[in-house]
């Protein structure tokens, strides 16, 4: 078996874009380059790693197992050269960090601006993913960080408290439910909605809520970004579900209401995640600093 680093990062990156071109493009190789390294990996060990089909490539049992230690491997190649480089000139690296729809539109541009401003030689690839599926990619080590709800079952990850982020019920002035002293999502589904984009993590979230009791939301309309449905609901659109820091920035603004929903799991706190934080390199170490301080 005879794997370099540049194997382990092009095998890494395939799987987590989903496909050998996109992986071959972020490991700087050519497409045929990236597929001669996987079939050469294969073939030294005489067993297939990736299942590959029309949407993409999927890792076999051996192709998981590879993955948990490559990921483990160039993490500790990163934190090599991330020390050494202590002695060179500064921080090199990046870090991947998955967050769900509230932590990435309400609270980390201005807190990534700050840490790339601190660290230029760091790079941080983040990608928008339902609570579940962080949880899911930190424990098979595809990511450093995650930013997830504690809807989200991660006992068996290590977290750092991040926001507090409740989500609230946000209707027009006049609209029935703005009468409701304590609405709940399921008082809501009886109305049209103002919802974010299918693909938004929130939206995937809250669809999920709903077919659990059993019912449907009834989407009118779509918007890109908390700002979009607020705007939409105070125009008469529809209701809408977004986290309060959101509805604050438009309070006194706009013609609307807004109440804290019922249901438990409306009432959340974000958690900064990962699967040792003191394994981390220095870098994404210094970014879990500035995410919790």
């Known amino acids: 078996m005879h794997f370099d680093l540049i194997d382990l990062r092009l095998f890494q990156h395939t799987l987590e874009c989903g496909n050998i071109t996109a992986g071959a493009s972020r490991s700087h190789l050519s497409l045929a380059a990236a597929s001669a390294r996987i079939r050469a990996m294969e073939a030294s060990l005489g067993i297939p790693l990736l299942e590959r089909n029309r949407r993409g490539v999927q890792p076999t049992p051996a192709g998981q ?11 500790q190649a990163e934190r090599l050269q991330f020390d050494l480089g202590q002695y060179a000139q500064g921080q090199q690296g990046q870090v991947r960090l998955l967050c769900n729809t509230a932590a990435l539109t309400e609270y980390l541009p201005e807190l990534l601006a700050s840490y790339l401003t601190e660290n230029p030689g760091v790079s941080v690839d983040v990608q928008e993913l339902p609570s579940l599926r962080i949880v899911q990619s930190i424990t098979q080590g595809m990511a450093d960080l995650g930013i997830v709800s504690t809807a989200a079952p991660s006992a068996h990850l290590q977290t ?40 938004s993590a929130l939206a995937l979230y809250l669809e999920e809520q709903a077919l659990r009791e059993g019912l449907r939301m009834r989407v009118r309309v779509r918007a890109e970004g908390f700002d ?3 705007r939409m609901v105070a125009g008469g659109a529809g209701v809408g579900i977004v986290p309060l820091a959101a509805v604050k920035r438009w309070q006194g603004v706009l013609p609307l209401h807004w109440a804290a929903l019922t249901e438990p799991w409306a009432n959340r706190r974000l958690l900064v995640c990962a699967r040792d934080f003191a394994a981390l390199p220095g870098y994404a170490a210094g970014l879990v600093t500035t995410l919790t301080r």
Request: aromatic share 6%; glycine share 10%.
């Open 65 to 75: 197992a590879l993955l948990q230690h490559a990921r483990l491997i160039t993490q």
């Open 160 to 199: 750092r408290p991040f926001r507090e982020d409740p989500l609230v019920l946000v209707t027009p002035l006049h609209h029935p439910l703005a009468s409701e002293v304590a609405p709940s999502f399921i008082d809501s589904l009886a109305h049209g909605y103002v919802g974010l984009g299918a693909g």
């Open 228 to 230: 979009g449905v607020i």
